[in-house]
């Protein structure tokens, strides 16, 4: 559900740039256009904490001076990250809606549910550019993390909570 939401806005975006401008416009150089690759996930060693199992990165949206990715691991996280916050504002949690979430077996819902109260204990409960969201999303992302031993921890259980998520 969030990930065809997040194409479905990167299509919008594509469609609405205007085909005229972007002939009009200098086309870069050979040196401009080498584009660096996906990044790989962190490693066991910078971290401390296993690179994450939650496939690669895949470009979804290419332009001339940028690439857009899509990761399953980022794309559960904001969902997770989102029912979290739902829940601590007392509101439904916006992926029970629909067929799908009634769809799962009761072990899928379970870890979901589980995984979404953690988060709204813990990283809902910080602001946007806490050291809690920031490990999470940097870790994501493949980001070398020097951490201390309360953060491999807070990381470690987070990652816990996304991968018994993963299947709903």
């Not at 629909?98 to 009634?102: I, L, N, Q, S, W």
């Given at each position: 559900?969030?990930?065809r939401?997040?194409?479905?806005?990167l299509?919008l975006?594509?469609?609405a740039?205007?085909p005229?401008q972007?002939a009009?416009?200098?086309q870069?150089n050979?040196?401009?256009t080498?584009r660096p690759?996906?990044p790989?996930?962190s490693?066991?060693?910078?971290?401390g904490?296993p690179?994450?199992?939650?496939?690669p990165?895949?470009?979804?949206?290419?332009k001339p001076?940028?690439r857009?990715?899509s990761?399953?691991?980022?794309?559960l996280?904001?969902?997770?990250?989102t029912?979290?916050?739902?829940?601590?504002a007392?509101?439904?949690d916006?992926?029970?809606e629909?067929?799908?979430?009634?769809a799962l077996?009761?072990?899928e819902?379970?870890a979901?549910?589980a995984?979404?109260?953690?988060y709204?204990e813990?990283?809902?409960a910080?602001?946007d550019f806490?050291?809690?969201?920031?490990?999470?999303?940097?870790?994501?992302?493949g980001?070398?993390?020097?951490?201390?031993?309360d953060?491999r921890?807070?990381?470690?259980?987070s990652?816990l909570f996304l991968?018994?998520?993963?299947?709903?």
């Open positions: 559900m969030v990930k939401s997040v194409l479905l806005l299509a975006l594509a469609a740039a205007d005229a972007a009009r416009e200098q870069p050979d040196a401009d080498r690759e996906a790989k996930g490693s066991e060693a910078a971290s904490v690179a994450d199992d939650f496939g990165r895949q470009a979804v949206l290419e001076w940028f857009f990715y990761h399953f691991g980022f794309n996280y904001d969902a997770v990250l029912s979290a916050t739902e829940r601590r007392k509101r439904a916006p992926l029970h629909g067929g799908c979430f009634g077996v009761q072990e819902r379970s979901w549910d995984a979404v109260s953690y709204a813990t990283v809902a910080t602001s806490s050291r809690e969201r920031e490990i999470i999303r940097a870790h994501l992302t980001a070398e993390l020097s951490l201390d031993d953060d921890r807070d990381l470690r259980l990652l991968r018994a998520a993963a299947p709903a």
